[in-house]
């Protein structure tokens, strides 16, 4: 089955520690895209990709970092200089050619 | 930046009864998305509208692209409990550009 895959679902991790959060996707999209969740806030941008090897800084960029070195894999990493790290965090891909976005299910980070 | 503005936060139906939202914008955007998010899942794509004045149905789901491309509206015809989730309304404003969401709204149907 085509889809966006994100792992795992629930993560906990010590403060002061670093994290990556796996986004597979096999739909053959070009644009990757990676939110963060908290209650009443919305979805906000962290990271985004166009193309391979190429990513650009969302609203809230700062305290995470991505890497995009193959077209269906985009993790993010949650590092110790994010403040309040403890959010849902959800990936999602485009297609180049329509305006449509395809969402994981989400990895619930807890950092305590 | 671009913001796209969703209210009220939350909106409560009686069963049976229709329900619109709104989203609104002082951007222009070139494509409109809406989503529908059940507790601790991802958001799926309810309807997209590519283009100024579309009107687009998904069985109880309609959906239309403001003609002067700042606004769209969602409307839910005849709820039913399982509509019950948080509604995003989600837009590009061009080519490579980010996807921009609302804050949600919250929907509880009453039976």
């Known amino acids: 089955d085509g889809g966006i895959t994100q792992s795992p679902k629930y993560l906990f991790r010590k403060e002061g520690q670093n994290v990556t959060l796996s986004c597979e996707q096999n739909l053959n999209h070009d644009a990757m895209y990676w939110y963060r969740q908290d209650p009443g806030q919305g979805l906000r941008l962290i990271y985004y990709?166009?193309?391979?090897?190429?990513?650009q800084k969302g609203d809230i960029a700062e305290g995470y970092s991505v890497s995009r070195e193959k077209k269906e894999s985009f993790p993010l990493t949650v590092t110790s200089a994010q403040k309040n790290p403890t959010a849902f965090y959800l990936c999602a891909s485009s297609p180049r050619d329509r305006y449509e976005a395809f969402f994981g299910q989400g990895t619930r980070l807890t950092v305590v | 930046g671009q913001q796209l503005n969703q209210s009220p936060q939350s909106m409560f139906i009686q069963e049976g009864e229709d329900v619109s939202m709104n989203c609104t914008s002082s951007?222009?955007?070139?494509?409109w998305l809406w989503y529908k998010q059940d507790p601790g899942e991802g958001p799926v794509l309810l309807i997209a509208l590519y283009k100024a004045g579309e009107l687009t149905s998904n069985g109880r789901l309609t959906a239309q692209f403001g003609i002067t491309r700042k606004d769209s509206f969602l409307n839910i015809s005849a709820s039913i409990p399982s509509d019950v989730g948080i509604y995003f309304c989600a837009g590009f404003t061009g080519a490579n550009s980010k996807l921009t969401f609302g804050k949600g709204i919250t929907l509880s149907v009453r039976p």
């Open positions: 951007s222009i955007f070139n494509t």
């Open positions: 990709s166009q193309i391979v090897n190429d990513f």
